[in-house]
């Protein structure tokens, strides 16, 4: 009887144990995926810096060559007068 009684706890036991272990590895597959995603959107977010970043270094060549050929209109036009 009594090993009967011991046998039926032990298999009792090990099926909770079982069934919490199940929870566990679904939280922790839920918590890779949403690692998972997380990095993925840093990921996009780094690629919208890099690119604002060089359309801002366009954008300052641009410029740059924006006033280097007014000076150099100024230029004539001083020396033209």
Do not use: F, Y
């Not at 890779?32 to 690119?51: L, Y």
């Not at 641009?62 to 036009?77: D, L, T």
């Amino acid at each position: 009887m009594r090993k009967t009684l011991a046998i039926a706890l032990m298999l009792t036991a090990s099926l909770g144990l079982a069934a919490c272990d199940k929870k566990s590895e679904d939280k922790a597959q839920d918590a890779n995926q949403h690692a998972q995603d997380a990095q993925k959107s840093m990921s996009e977010a780094q690629d919208k810096v890099n690119e604002a970043a060089k359309e801002n270094a366009d954008a300052a060549k641009a410029q740059a060559e924006s006033n280097k050929a007014a000076a150099q209109e100024q230029s004539k036009e001083a020396t033209g007068s």
